[in-house]
């Protein structure tokens, strides 16, 4: 079995001043012509194309148009076409991040910078712990990423532009409840609490920060109607204050959870519970949090189908049911036990959902080799990478029941990533 690492590794997109983890277009089109030891002079002639264009585009002196991509994958490796378009997008939605991070900056050069750098190691922290990912899957996942950057991206201007107008509403919060959405917009929300942030930019951030929690406390607290929507949109409006709030913010959503029923409103506790515990502020929180899913169905149920609906696995409407499949909620939360480093905090929640993913749907629901192989790393004895992790007896034993049961992958390795193509 293959020892965890972490080797994602910065290519040389530019994104502002930053790099981003991806290829860029040109440096595909670099390592395919000298893996095929091609000449430049050649490639041109058969694409039509003048030696000096196609040497500007190898060296990285200007960007490759997309239909000119096309053509050169189409030639030096057709199986590529996907890749090489899906590394174009990021290439795309990278220039929008640059030109949305300078609108929020309203043009302060070093503001912008900032806040390109933030997202960008945002983006880079959670591609590296995508497990197992090959170089395609992360590209793919890259565009994803940034869609999600640049719209919370977008919401922050609009907020800014019109403070009067919810952060979350009924038009956004469908996505604003998908990962990794909830990870940029609470970056965004704490962007003046973090070191970096210089005395100059805190006064500006400060004043969206504020606006963007007012938003949430408004949204919290609205009477709205007892649709879904509406209750999803005050619910996560109560998760993120309890983990990107202020101290009276995250005191308040104590008192939520030790007032409000939860036989009444499991989704709210377990959204409430979720938030304060990730913060890590009060330790003995998820101690509490693990107690009550323990012993409370309701409080189970809402876990996992939240984590559904978080995932992309079922939609806002959907219940649980047997028949429904949800492998990203599977292979998120074994992502969350094994990368102990970010969710430390929730590392025995976790361990319970997976534990409570079996008792409802059973075997079934691991049954992809990535899961598996997954399980199995588990299994071993002196894991390095879980050193900080404590495995409890009725995890280890929940995940005994299902790898015995399940035929194991053909390649039983595991590995944090891998190089970032």
């Not at 502020?281 to 996992?304: D, G, S």
Request: proline letters at 5%.
């Amino acid at each position: 079995m293959a020892k965890l690492t972490h080797k994602v590794q910065h290519k040389n997109v530019k994104f502002g001043e930053m790099e981003a983890p991806f290829n860029s277009p040109n440096q595909w089109l670099r390592d395919a012509l000298q893996d095929k030891r091609l000449s430049t002079s050649g490639v041109a002639r058969q694409l039509c194309l003048s030696a000096p264009q196609l040497s500007h585009w190898v060296n990285g002196q200007e960007r490759i148009p997309r239909h000119h991509l096309l053509e050169l994958a189409e030639l030096l490796d057709p199986q590529d076409g996907i890749y090489v378009g899906q590394l174009k997008d990021c290439e795309d939605f990278l220039d929008q991040l640059h030109k949305a991070a300078q609108n929020f900056a309203a043009d302060d050069q070093g503001l912008a910078t900032f806040v390109e750098s933030r997202v960008c190691e945002k983006l880079h922290t959670l591609l590296s712990q995508e497990l197992d990912s090959t170089p395609a899957e992360l590209v793919s996942l890259g565009v994803r990423f940034l869609a999600a950057a640049h719209f919370c991206l977008r919401r922050a201007i609009s907020l800014r532009d019109n403070p009067a107008q919810p952060l979350v509403g009924f038009e956004n919060v469908r996505l604003h409840l998908r990962y990794p959405y909830n990870h940029f917009l609470g970056l965004l929300i704490d962007l003046p609490t973090h070191p970096a942030c210089q005395a100059q930019w805190h006064v500006v951030l400060s004043v969206f920060r504020q606006d963007a929690l007012r938003s949430l406390r408004e949204s919290s607290r609205a009477p709205g109607d007892s649709s879904s929507v509406s209750i999803f949109i005050r619910h996560h409006a109560t998760h993120l204050l309890a983990q990107h709030g202020e101290l009276v913010d995250q005191e308040s959503v104590e008192r939520i959870i030790s007032h409000t029923q939860l036989s009444k409103d499991a989704m709210l506790h377990r959204l409430a519970y979720a938030g304060l515990s990730l913060t890590g502020r009060i330790p003995e929180l998820a101690q509490r949090y693990l107690q009550e899913l323990r012993r409370n169905e309701a409080l189970r149920l809402a876990n996992v189908r939240f984590d559904a609906i978080h995932y992309g696995d079922i939609s806002l409407e959907q219940d649980l049911v047997p028949a429904i499949t949800i492998p990203n909620t599977v292979n998120h939360v074994l992502r969350h036990i094994l990368c102990p480093e970010h969710y430390r905090s929730i590392g025995p929640v976790e361990q319970q959902t997976i534990t409570d993913i079996f008792e409802l749907f059973g075997q079934s629901a691991f049954q992809n080799p990535r899961a598996l192989n997954w399980l199995q790393h588990l299994l071993l004895d002196g894991n390095e990478s879980l050193k900080t992790t404590e495995l409890s007896s009725y995890f280890i034993k929940a995940v005994r029941s299902i790898v015995n049961e399940l035929k194991p992958p053909e390649h039983a390795q595991i590995s944090y990533g891998g190089d970032v193509q």
